[in-house]
């Protein structure tokens, strides 16, 4: 104990009070996925970043059960692998010829629901996960920012200008519900 405080070190946590990575996993799991659902848009690609950024975890969680916010590491990793993976798609797109001149099919533009995701896709990365952790998570600004390592006041701008893009976004499709 004596070298730990001359070190610095904070003591270790009891062995009763860490996680579980059961545990976490039974409490965040679905919850995780629902998120990475809202900030990719996509449920299969959702479900395959899940299953990643779980993996991950457990394979460092000998150094993440002592942290005093696995939840929170849990979902930085998550975001970060969801940029990774972003990044990745827009190269493959931009190496991709364009697709232009394609009729869209009727249907798909009249769903509300297909509306709002395009529009969640359309907004810059930083303001689509913002908005997801803020209003659909329900996460606090400072505890966004823990996880996105950015200011709350950051935060609390970012998704300020998401919701006004999709207001506009969504007025513009025809619909002022939003």
């Known amino acids: 104990m004596a070298a ?75 975001i970060n692998r969801s940029r990774k993976q972003f990044r990745r798609s827009r190269m493959a797109a931009e190496r991709t010829p364009s697709t232009l001149g394609e009729p869209e099919d009727p249907f798909v533009a009249t769903d509300l629901r297909d509306q709002l995701v395009r529009s969640l896709r359309s907004l810059p990365e930083r303001q689509r996960a913002a908005l997801v952790l803020v209003d659909l998570l329900d996460l606090r600004s400072e505890d966004a920012g823990e996880i996105l390592q950015i200011t709350p006041a950051t935060v609390r701008t970012l998704a300020s200008r998401a919701r006004a893009t999709l207001r506009s976004s969504m007025a513009a499709g025809g619909d002022e519900a939003f």
């Open 4 to 78: 730990q405080a001359v070190w610095g070190l904070a003591p270790r946590r009891d062995v009763g009070a860490v996680r579980t990575f059961e545990r976490l996993f039974v409490e965040q799991n679905a919850k995780l996925r629902r998120a990475l659902v809202r900030i990719v848009g996509d449920p299969h690609e959702a479900e395959e970043l899940t299953k990643d950024t779980f993996l991950a975890v457990w394979e460092r969680w000998d150094r993440v059960a002592s942290m005093d916010d696995p939840t929170g590491y849990l979902y930085r990793s998550a």
